[in-house]
């Protein structure tokens, strides 16, 4: 199976920087994703990484390191729109070759003046 | 435009009923996906599909049924057998390859509550 885990909850500044991690354990490892996601919405597309390193897009970047299980969300210049739940899910091919994205808890981002 | 149409919304079930959410996605993806939501939480996944006529059981599958008869359809039965079903309900999609299936299409969600 499966094994994601992100913090539950985080607050920061408006206008600082904020990093949220994630570590997975998993075989068949395709790729991992970033989806924001305000209460009552549907998920939001941020970033997906396959392979190592950073990729940035604008405000935000997205780090992996498959060797370790590990990928941050970082978000700069922090806006108060940013305050929502942001989830982390890990794509991955099973022993049968279904490939099955696994979400994690979600980590609540509060954003104050 | 293309995307994925989940319906109803919000639906109501009865204790004992079976209800059936609707999903429908026109991007020709041929992996589709049902998640479920409680509130403050993650998303669990419940049922998932890579061609037609296959799926495959999630994390939560007991209570739950689905069928995959056509590339387009992925509708999620809730039994009578999920004792507690009151929750949020997203369908997703994604094309199957690895680097092609880069994004999860997700619809709006339903709603679904026991009265």
């Known amino acids: 199976g499966q094994n994601i885990d992100q913090p539950t909850e985080m607050t920061a500044t408006e206008g600082a920087i904020v990093q949220i991690n994630c570590t997975y354990q998993?075989?068949?490892?395709?790729?991992l994703f970033w989806y924001q996601q305000h209460a009552g919405e549907a998920p939001t597309f941020l970033s997906y990484?396959?392979?190592?390193g950073l990729e940035e897009k604008g405000r935000f970047s997205s780090f992996l390191s498959r060797s370790k299980g590990y990928s941050y969300l970082l978000l700069k210049e922090l806006q108060m729109k940013d305050s929502a739940s942001y989830l982390c899910?890990?794509?991955?091919?099973?022993?049968?070759?279904?490939?099955?994205?696994?979400f994690g808890t979600g980590t609540k981002l509060q954003v104050i003046p | 435009d293309g995307g994925i149409t989940q319906s109803p919304k919000y639906l109501f079930r009865k204790e004992g009923q079976n209800v059936t959410l609707s999903c429908e996605q026109n991007?020709?993806?041929?992996?589709m996906y049902w998640y479920r939501q409680d509130p403050g939480q993650g998303l669990r996944l419940i049922y998932y599909?890579?061609?037609?006529?296959?799926?495959q059981k999630g994390d939560i599958a007991e209570g739950y049924s689905v069928s995959r008869e056509k590339k387009e359809s992925f509708p999620l039965t809730v039994t009578s057998a999920q004792k507690n079903p009151t929750a949020f309900y997203l369908c997703?999609?994604?094309?199957?390859?690895?680097?092609?299936?880069?994004?999860?299409?997700f619809g709006e969600g339903s709603w679904l509550t026991v009265v």
């Open positions: 991007l020709n993806h041929d992996a």
């Open positions: 899910a890990v794509r991955a091919t099973n022993s049968g070759g279904y490939q099955k994205v696994t």
């Open positions: 990484n396959v392979l190592d």
């Open positions: 997703a999609s994604t094309p199957r390859g690895v680097r092609t299936g880069n994004t999860i299409y």
């Open positions: 599909s890579q061609i037609v006529n296959d799926f």
């Open positions: 998993t075989s068949g490892f395709n790729g």
